[in-house]
């Protein structure tokens, strides 16, 4: 048993001092993950900071048509909201496609950004783990592998960011803001999560004594043609072998005017890549233009002994989910003949 003491934070920069002056406080927001981590002894705060009734649990529309997701904000009550349903419904997909009703209920926006891996071996102190002791060795590169990352990985980690609703946000060039001694600052969607290299141990660019209080979405919601598209062992309540975020604005019916792909669970973060978007761009809705765009982004993918299959799961993945978003057939097989 290890004790630890617990605050209740009363205010975003009460938060902020809290955690600023107990390097080993953590905050708990929903405790969906962090608790089962404690549980284990993998994670072992000192002190537990609760956030979860800061008032950070609102969707407000923002001067530039887009919306403010408050931290707090659980995973169903997002998912279910108008404003998401209708404008951002590949977000709402995403978030629907993670987890249970219960776990949604409780999950925060915030604690799903800030979820750590599930790679079995981070979970299991009798295994060497980089991620969770820095310079013990990664027991995934030669073990069981099968769920792991085929793109960004480093000789320290191949572990994978496991969030569903993270990969419809990094489609969608969301926006995190955080606050912390210094201030506030906004952290792009691509640069908050960080690729393994040789410091596996940080999944983020948030600062230890930062608290994440919003997300922000941009006007561009997609909301025609999108499709999420999570490939998993079981339908429900399973993390995503690979998922992909794929929308497109069309041009009539048959040019791509704007196009954005990000997949999940195929590395440390969610992974996307210019180039692949631009060859979607200008192009003609079809098969050879969306299996170039699934070349291109899998371009470096690398396997490993028991996860190589996952390259050319996730090449099918895109195009599939690519036809079903321009046929605007999100969750199901495409009706429309794509040439
Ligand atoms: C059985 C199971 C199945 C799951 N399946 C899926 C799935 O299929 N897809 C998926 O996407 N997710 C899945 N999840 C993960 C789940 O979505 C996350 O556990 C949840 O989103 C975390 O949110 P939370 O509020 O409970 O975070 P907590 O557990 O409270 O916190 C998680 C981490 O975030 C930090 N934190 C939380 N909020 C903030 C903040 N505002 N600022 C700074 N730090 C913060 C905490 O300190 C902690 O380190 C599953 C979880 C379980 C247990
Ligand atoms: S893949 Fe990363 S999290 Fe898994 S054992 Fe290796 S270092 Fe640890």
Not at 252 to 257: A, L, S, Y
């Given at each position: 048993m290890i004790n630890f003491q617990y605050t209740r934070a009363s205010d975003v920069a009460d938060a902020v001092r809290q955690i600023a002056a107990d390097p080993a406080a953590k905050f708990i927001a929903g405790g969906t993950n962090l608790i089962d981590l404690m549980k284990e002894d993998v994670e072992r705060p000192l002190r537990l900071i609760d956030i979860s009734r800061l008032p950070l649990k609102t969707v407000e529309e923002t001067a530039d048509g887009g919306l403010r997701i408050g931290a707090l904000v659980p995973n169903s009550d997002l998912a279910y909201h108008p404003l998401i349903a209708q404008r951002y419904p590949m977000l709402a997909s995403a978030i629907l496609a993670g987890a249970s009703a219960q776990l949604r209920n409780m999950a925060s926006t915030g604690g799903n950004l800030l979820q750590r891996t599930r790679c079995s071996y981070f979970y299991d102190l009798a295994t060497p783990c980089n991620k969770r002791e820095p310079g013990s060795g990664c027991s995934a590169i030669a073990g069981l592998n099968r769920m792991h990352a085929i793109l960004g990985t480093s000789e320290a980690c191949i572990a994978t960011h496991p969030s569903d609703m993270c990969v419809a946000l990094a489609a969608l060039d969301a926006k995190v803001h955080v606050v912390g001694p210094a201030g506030g600052r906004v952290i792009a969607f691509s640069d908050f999560h960080r690729l393994p290299e040789n410091t596996p141990q940080r999944d983020t660019n948030l600062q230890p004594n930062e608290i994440v209080t919003a997300v922000e979405l941009p006007a561009r919601g997609f909301a025609a043609n999108w499709t999420y598209l999570k490939i998993r062992d079981r339908l429900s309540y399973a993390f995503a072998l690979v998922s992909v975020a794929a929308a497109l604005e069309l041009e009539?019916?048959?040019?791509?005017?704007e196009a954005r792909l990000a997949l999940g669970s195929v590395a440390q973060k969610p992974w996307r890549d210019p180039s692949a978007e631009a060859a979607l761009r200008g192009q003609a809705v079809n098969q050879a233009t969306f299996t170039r765009a699934a070349d291109l982004l899998l371009h470096d993918a690398k396997g490993f002994e028991h996860n190589a299959f996952k390259i050319d799961l996730a090449r099918r993945a895109i195009v599939r989910a690519l036809t079903q978003a321009a046929a605007g057939t999100p969750q199901s097989q495409s009706d429309k003949k794509i040439r």
């Open positions: 009539g019916d048959n040019t791509i005017k």
